[in-house]
C-alpha cells in the first residue's frame, strides 16, 4: 500500500527545520544610514521583506520656511550566497515620498510627489543570533512631480524631473 509512504514522506516535509542562517520568520528592527527605520522579516532561507520609514520636519524663524518630508519604501533582499555568518544578497527597493515647502505670507507652497526605484547588491553579518549589521550599494531612478501650486494668484506652476545616480546604504538590524 503507498499510503503509509505518503504520509511519511508528507511527515518529513511538515517537519524539516530551515537551514543555517538567520531562523526563518524572524522579524527584526532596522536603523539605516539615511535615517530609515523599519522593519526585516525573513520569509525563507533565500528571501526577506525590509520595509521602512523617513520622516524630517524643519523649520526657520528668521525665513518663515517650513519644510517637510514623509517617506516609505520596500525592499526585498534574496539572498544569493553564504559564509558562516556572512550572507550576500540582490535586492530591489520602491519607495515613496511626499515633500512640501511653505513660505509664509506666500501663495507658494508646494507639494512634491518623488517615487523611486533602486537594485542593489549587499551583504549582511550576523555578529550574534539577535543582531547584525548590513551594508549596499547599487544604482536609483527617482522620478518627482510638483503639483499645481500658485506662485501668485493667475500663475500656476508645475514640474517634473528625472534623476540616475548610485544609491548606498548601511545599518544595524536588532532580531526580537
Request: no cysteine; proline share 5%; glycine share 10%.
Amino acid at each position: 500500500m503507498r499510503m503509509p509512504g505518503v504520509l511519511f514522506l508528507l511527515a518529513l516535509i511538515v517537519s524539516a527545520r530551515p537551514a543555517s542562517g538567520q531562523e526563518t520568520g524572524a522579524v527584526g528592527l532596522t536603523m539605516s544610514f539615511h535615517a530609515a527605520v523599519g522593519i526585516v522579516w525573513q520569509a525563507t532561507d533565500a528571501l526577506a521583506i525590509r520595509p521602512d520609514f523617513t520622516f524630517s520636519n524643519s523649520s526657520s524663524d528668521s525665513l518663515s520656511t517650513s519644510n517637510s518630508a514623509v517617506g516609505v519604501g520596500v525592499s526585498a533582499l534574496f539572498y544569493v550566497r553564504k559564509w558562516d555568518g556572512l550572507r550576500a544578497y540582490l535586492s530591489p527597493r520602491f519607495g515613496y515620498q511626499r515633500s512640501s515647502f511653505a513660505v509664509s505670507g506666500s501663495f507658494a507652497s508646494p507639494s512634491t510627489n518623488t517615487y523611486s526605484g533602486s537594485g542593489s547588491v549587499g551583504a549582511e553579518y550576523q555578529l550574534h543570533p539577535r543582531f547584525a549589521v548590513f551594508a549596499e550599494t547599487g544604482l536609483a531612478y527617482s522620478r518627482a512631480k510638483t503639483g499645481d501650486t500658485t506662485l501668485a494668484p493667475g500663475f500656476p506652476i508645475q514640474s517634473s524631473s528625472h534623476t540616475w545616480g548610485t544609491r548606498a546604504g548601511v545599518g544595524a538590524i536588532l532580531y526580537f
